[in-house]
């Protein structure tokens, strides 16, 4: 008897790989390799733990040449937005975790400091910040401003030469283990960010716990009391929240891409356990209606795929605008989360220890919903560009 | 230093691998191949030893028009320059060609204090190309090492063998081959990754080799696959049935297959 011919990857068939440069696939290649190496063997442990090495993966990751990876000069590789965004992919498909530490070290801290800092900010922080050796963090969302910034508490009071600045920040990634904090801050003028080296007197950074979802990724509060900086602290060439929204529109388009790896993590080891799981007397992935399942979140993972590299595309030619961002992080994080709760149920039971990554990527997804703008936020910047009616307050 | 490193170009151990119906040769055409892993071991031991000190490491190969996937990812790893051998005629070589080819490049390119090489490769397993190889070039032969260290111009390596470890020195010029336990090969670097296309790398024909087609290729041969077939699918293994004699009837069975 013929063998049935070998089936087909999802991201196989709608042959996305041809509309990828040599170079940014080779990139990819690479952050696959680590990840398997890695992170598969012990992201199930560091989940159920609450856990991760975050010094450790960051020197890892910083020989890699993955934090700043598509930032030019102080030690950055330089490569293109799209081996950036391919990059997130795979270490999401590790774990969002993972990608967090990575997103929130590069595209916020460092891009911070790499867009509206003075060349001696620069030049302390960045080439460490590559290197991981330096870990930092980006503390904008308080306990009562998440989606609206605007009202933040936290002040900068100037005293003399130097500002002190007072406050908290609460949800703030990699805190607890950062070396430097970029934290924005409202002024008697403008909003205005702060680089804030965390061992300055009065800055503090306890570690929240009892998460249900991001367990292998550090979450902390910022306490800022009375902390006193040099007037050279202050990030020069920004003022005003676009400031911080700039960087938060890096860090979307990385997830863009990222929440597609948890999604073909999640599918990809649905279908293998669809094949091999005996159900009456037929594989699982026998049935009709498991085979609709997969086809549909084939179809997905295929789409959102063809959308981020779009976006790709349109970024590496400097002509992304902030709405598509919206476009690919809103389509893309829903559908993750979709693909991941519909192979929790082809997985049963197994689908809900660490034994199987599927249901830690779903819960991940829940805060990846959230943070970097939550759904309905990024509905309401597509909703203003395509009636001109701002609809946030 | 200067140092050459030997690299092949194998099928993906993955994939499934086949060979050509028409001449009984490991098919490359339809399966995707890449460096040898056991020369990644290589790469990454001249890299080691070329960043300790100075000097350049240049990777060869010898291998159809995909092989230069091999060379790039030693570029990408941080090797200097590539020199890729190919011609039409080398198709079907077997270890002795191959060492013939590799030898000439290698004198080609220059007089190298040292050349590396893997243990074997992964798709061939044979292990031989490296002392043929050494022979050909006169140079002294230390394989399967473990441990690398070179001091002025003495290489020293560990061997660790079934009931011995050894330790022997060489003077250089040498020839290493080197096992999967004498270091932990690097990921790319993504700056290496963009630096590797800007690296020169030289394809050299059997004429600016000056050897003969006849000398290599399936024709001149000395060993040739017959025939091949795939192995048969497992068969159905046996189920005992517990009646309270299950733990002895186990034993019984380890024991017939002498794993007890
Ligand atoms: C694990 C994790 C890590 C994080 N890391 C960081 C970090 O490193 N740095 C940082 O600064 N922040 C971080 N955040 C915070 C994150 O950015 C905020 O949680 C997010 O902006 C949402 O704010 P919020 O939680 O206060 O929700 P809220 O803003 O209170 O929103 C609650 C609900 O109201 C909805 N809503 C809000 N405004 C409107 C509106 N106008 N119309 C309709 N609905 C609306 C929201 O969509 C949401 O459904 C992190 C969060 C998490 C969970």
């Not at chain 2, 004198?107 to 590396?116: E, N, Q």
């Amino acid at each position: 008897m013929a063998r049935p011919p070998a089936p087909t990857a999802p991201l196989e068939l709608f042959g996305t790989d041809a509309l990828i440069g040599e170079e940014d696939r080779a990139i990819r290649d690479t952050v696959r390799r680590f990840v398997e190496d890695r992170i598969r063997p012990e992201i199930g442990e560091w989940y159920d733990t609450g856990s991760l090495p975050a010094r450790d993966l960051a020197k890892e990751l910083g020989q890699l040449g993955v934090l700043g990876m598509h930032l030019e000069g102080y030690g950055c590789a330089g490569t293109s937005g799209t081996a950036y965004g391919l990059a997130c992919m795979e270490l999401e498909a590790g774990d969002s975790g993972l990608r967090s530490l990575v997103s929130v070290q590069g595209s916020l801290a460092m891009f911070a400091i790499w867009k509206h800092g003075s060349e001696e900010q620069k030049q302390e922080w960045l080439p460490r910040m590559a290197a991981g050796e330096a870990i930092g963090c980006f503390g904008l969302t308080e306990p009562d401003f998440g989606s609206n910034p605007a009202g933040m508490r936290t002040r900068a009071r100037r005293d003399g030469d130097d500002w002190v600045l007072t406050g908290n920040k609460m949800w703030i990634t990699n805190g607890s283990v950062a070396d430097v904090a970029v934290v924005w801050a409202q002024t008697d003028d403008r909003i205005r960010g702060f680089v804030v080296p965390t061992d300055t007197p009065g800055f503090s950074a306890p570690e929240i716990k009892r998460k249900l979802s991001l367990r292998a990724s550090v979450t902390s509060e910022l306490v800022l009391d009375e902390v006193r900086l040099p007037g050279s602290a202050v990030l020069p060439e920004v003022a005003g929240l676009s400031g911080p929204l700039s960087c938060l529109n890096e860090a979307r388009y990385g997830i863009v891409f990222g929440a597609l790896g948890a999604a073909r993590d999640c599918l990809e080891t649905t279908i293998r356990y669809a094949q091999d799981r005996q159900i009456f007397d037929r594989s699982l992935a026998s049935y009709q209606l498991t085979q609709a399942k997969l086809a549909d979140m084939t179809l997905e993972l295929g789409k959102g795929m063809l959308l981020a590299l779009h976006l790709g595309r349109l970024k590496d030619e400097e002509r992304l605008a902030p709405e598509q961002v919206s476009l690919g992080k809103l389509n893309n994080v829903r559908e993750a989360i979709a693909i991941a709760r519909e192979c929790r149920t082809i997985l049963g039971a197994a689908g809900i220890t660490t034994e199987y990554p599927v249901m830690r990527h779903a819960n991940n997804l829940e805060s990846v919903l959230t943070y970097e703008g939550t759904s309905e936020v990024h509905q309401l910047v597509i909703g203003k560009a395509v009636t001109g009616e701002a609809a946030f307050r | 230093m200067n140092i050459v490193v030997c690299v092949k170009y194998v099928p993906d151990a993955q994939a499934e691998r086949t060979f050509n119906a028409s001449d009984n040769t490991t098919d490359r055409e339809n399966v995707d191949g890449l460096l040898s892993e056991l020369d990644e071991y290589a790469v990454e031991a001249a890299l080691k030893l070329v960043e300790a000190g100075e000097g350049e490491v240049t990777v060869v190969t010898v291998g159809p028009d995909q092989a230069a996937d091999a060379i790039k990812k030693a570029l990408q790893m941080g090797a200097d320059k590539g020199v890729h051998v190919k011609d039409d005629a080398i198709h079907g070589s077997d270890a002795i060609a191959t060492s013939l080819v590799l030898a000439e490049a290698i004198k080609k390119i220059g007089s190298p204090d040292l050349v590396v090489t893997g243990m074997a490769s992964t798709d061939g397993t044979m292990g031989v190309v490296p002392t043929m190889l050494a022979e050909r070039l006169g140079l002294p032969a230390v394989t399967y090492a473990s441990e690398l260290t070179v001091d002025g111009a003495k290489a020293t390596i560990r061997r660790d063998g079934d009931v011995s470890t050894q330790t022997i020195e060489a003077t250089l010029p040498a020839l290493i081959s080197v096992t999967d336990q004498i270091n932990e090969p690097r990921y790319p670097s993504f700056k290496g990754i963009m630096a590797a296309k800007k690296k020169p790398v030289e394809e050299w024909s059997l004429a600016d080799l000056g050897v003969e087609a006849g000398q290599v290729g399936l024709d001149a041969a000395w060993t040739k696959v017959e025939a091949f077939a795939a192995r048969p699918p497992r068969s159905q293994g046996e189920i005992v049935t517990d009646e309270g004699d299950g733990g002895k009837k186990l034993a019984e069975f380890l024991a017939s297959r002498k794993f007890i």
